[in-house]
């Protein structure tokens, strides 16, 4: 095995605050919305912690784009503007992850600092980081405050819409949480990745990458 630096310190911080942002704002939204229900907590202290750990996300979501954009780690992001070879890439990790994986195969993809996601990873994070957490950010912010932002949510179409679009991303990202984990444990060993987020090192089988 060959480690490399994969994860800088920022990233691997910008990671876990996430993480465990999304994991708070996960429970508490589910109070809020079926408070009768879970019954965790009273209702007001749901809302209150929802609030802080939204704000929390929102700042570190520009900490995130702020240290991408400045050191132009952004481009990780970026699909090849070679369409044949980027759906011919899709195509052998899809293989590979329903397929490959199970018969022990190589991963078609190889991890480096400036090579960091393999197609399907830059497609679904760059509509993800760029798109819908910016979505829920925002449609969060206006719900926080109705009255103030009255005129940004009459014009995103109504309370309804922005409540709507706010729910529904809560649960594409709770559903995201679990396919996340589990290709997590697709690495070598079944921690190899989760420790790389701790450690900052990545295990690569000799390749040279």
């Not at 679904?124 to 009255?147: E, N, R």
Request: aromatic share 16%.
């Amino acid at each position: 095995m060959k480690k490399i630096y994969l994860h800088p310190l920022p990233i691997r911080i910008w990671h876990w605050i996430n993480a465990g942002s999304f994991l708070i704002l996960i429970v508490t939204g589910l109070q809020i919305r079926y408070r009768e229900l879970l019954g965790l907590m009273k209702f007001q202290v749901a809302v209150d912690i929802h609030n802080i750990f939204g704000f929390i996300l929102i700042f570190n979501f520009f900490i995130w784009l702020i240290f991408y954009i400045f050191t132009g780690k952004i481009k990780i992001y970026i699909p090849p503007l070679n369409l044949k070879k980027f759906v011919m890439g899709c195509i052998n990790q899809a293989r590979y992850y329903g397929y490959g994986i199970f018969m022990g195969e190589e991963n078609p993809h190889h991890s480096s600092p400036d090579n960091k996601f393999n197609p399907m990873q830059q497609m679904a994070y760059l509509s993800i980081m760029l798109l819908l957490i910016p979505l829920q950010l925002v449609s969060g912010l206006l719900l926080w405050d109705i009255k103030q932002f009255a005129g940004w949510i009459n014009l995103a179409g109504g309370i309804k819409i922005v409540d709507t679009i706010h729910v529904f991303l809560f649960l594409f990202f709770t559903s995201f949480l679990f396919v996340h984990v589990y290709l997590a444990t697709l690495g070598h060993t079944a921690t190899a990745h989760i420790k790389a987020m701790f450690t900052g090192y990545e295990e690569i089988e000799g390749h040279g990458h």
